[in-house]
């Protein structure tokens, strides 16, 4: 609860370049995304150096992944008129925080993060002993922390990454927010805001080192963040003064858990490439059309005339989230009665699929046959990206004595 409160939080998620997005992301991720871009200022990214820590051999593929990705984001309804979109090594400032964090985060840190040895784990046939696998949470802590992003959405695999951010944010503004004469110069932004705002402030301070009310603090924080005409360093010490420590220079983000979603796969299994059970967002509709036709059923209807039951289905979880209450009655009722046939069971499932599909895949047209505009959204993105993250190294490189170029 460090970070400076925000009426315009900034959000920063990324994705890494897998190639084309399927209906999984799109329920799991992308709809969750779009939603956000609404409600905060979002900074969207590719996560290139990301898939490099595990993909390091297959340059090759990069390239093609990201604008696959990037189109099929695009095709989703992200709007990059509201949300930024960009390329991480295109703003390669993530990279100079990456090396400055290093400095003060300990080895035992990266090494007792949970996706270290479980990906070392199930990457068998890859070598993962590498100094840019171990570091690469500290990387994801740069991509955050240099945009000072307060919430991060993410899937639960990702939490302890955040956690690990936090820690990492906490540790640099207790060694780097301390600078000479703090407490003067908070005394003295204390008193540019003016003497009926300074003795609220005083107040509130007072209430919560004393009595630890939080709410005091949270509304001497509303306070000083509403002194838009102080500078920056004046709010960020008084934001740092009323916890005791120094200035705060890197804010803690939160973890926005996404739901885990587990959108079916055609085998019944979660939707995954790994498992080649995937209707992709740029899916032809006759081969969307064609791979819900050919989705096993219950293993028990054999014949038409067989009844079957729904639970022991994998097109059943399909009909849980695309169908209506009476759809679903009806297919229940039909299936156990063997009233219906599978595949007339499949069909309000494929107008649905194809329905949520046609305007994903207009969109995506429009963008496939303009690449020009894609990359154009894309280099304006990393543009207003980097305009953030320069500044936040300027403050970063300040407060670790490399101000002197
Ligand atoms: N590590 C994330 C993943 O593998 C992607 C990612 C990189 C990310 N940097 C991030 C997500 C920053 C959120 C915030 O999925
Ligand atoms: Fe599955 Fe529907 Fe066939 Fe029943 S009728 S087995 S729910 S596809």
Redesign the pocket.
């Known amino acids: 609860m460090n970070s400076i409160p925000d009426r315009h939080a900034r959000v920063l998620s990324g994705m890494r370049p897998t190639g084309r997005l399927h209906l999984g992301h799109y329920h799991g991720v992308l709809k969750n995304w779009v939603r956000l871009q609404h409600e905060y200022e979002c900074f969207f990214f590719v996560a290139d150096w990301h898939a490099l820590t595990t993909h390091y051999d297959e340059p090759g593929i990069i390239g093609e992944h990201v604008w696959d990705m990037v189109i099929d984001w695009l095709a989703a309804d992200i709007n990059p008129g509201v949300a930024k979109l960009f390329i991480q090594s295109r703003v390669p400032e993530h990279a100079e925080l990456h090396v400055l964090l290093s400095m003060i985060t300990p080895l035992g840190w990266l090494e007792r993060v949970p996706s270290y040895k479980d990906q070392q784990e199930k990457l068998k046939e890859k070598d993962l002993a590498t100094f840019g696998f171990l570091g690469y949470p500290l990387l994801q802590s740069a991509d955050i922390l240099i945009y000072k992003a307060s919430l991060v959405p993410v899937g639960e695999d990702q939490v302890a990454h955040v956690e690990l951010t936090r820690e990492v944010a906490r540790r640099f503004n207790h060694i780097y927010g301390r600078e000479p004469g703090f407490e003067e110069k908070a005394e003295a932004a204390i008193k540019k805001m003016g003497a009926k705002n300074a003795r609220l402030y005083k107040e509130l301070r007072k209430r919560y080192q004393e009595q630890g009310d939080d709410e005091a603090l949270q509304t001497a924080r509303a306070l000083v963040e509403a002194r838009q005409n102080m500078t920056l360093s004046d709010r960020e010490r008084l934001i740092g003064y009323l916890e005791g420590g120094g200035i705060i220079i890197l804010p803690e983000p939160q973890a926005l858990l996404t739901p885990a979603s587990k959108f079916p796969g055609l085998d019944g299994q979660k939707m995954s490439k790994s498992y080649d059970n995937t209707i992709a967002l740029r899916e032809a509709p006759q081969s969307v059309q064609a791979k819900l036709r050919a989705m096993p059923?219950?293993p028990a209807?054999v014949r038409r005339t067989d009844p079957?039951e729904?639970e022991k289905?994998p097109?059943?979880p399909l009909h849980k989230i695309y169908s209506t209450a009476e759809t679903q009655d009806w297919?229940q009722k039909?299936?156990r009665s063997a009233g219906?046939g599978?595949l007339e069971?499949?069909q309000p499932l494929i107008d649905a699929v194809l329905a949520e599909l046609a305007p994903i895949r207009e969109r995506a047209l429009e963008f496939e046959n303009n690449p020009a505009l894609v990359r154009n959204i894309i280099a304006e993105g990393c543009e207003a990206a980097r305009d953030v993250a320069c500044v936040t190294m300027e403050e970063v490189r300040e407060a670790m004595g490399l101000a002197y170029r």
């Open positions: 059923t219950d209807r079957g729904p289905c097109v059943w297919a039909g299936c219906i599978c069971c499949k």
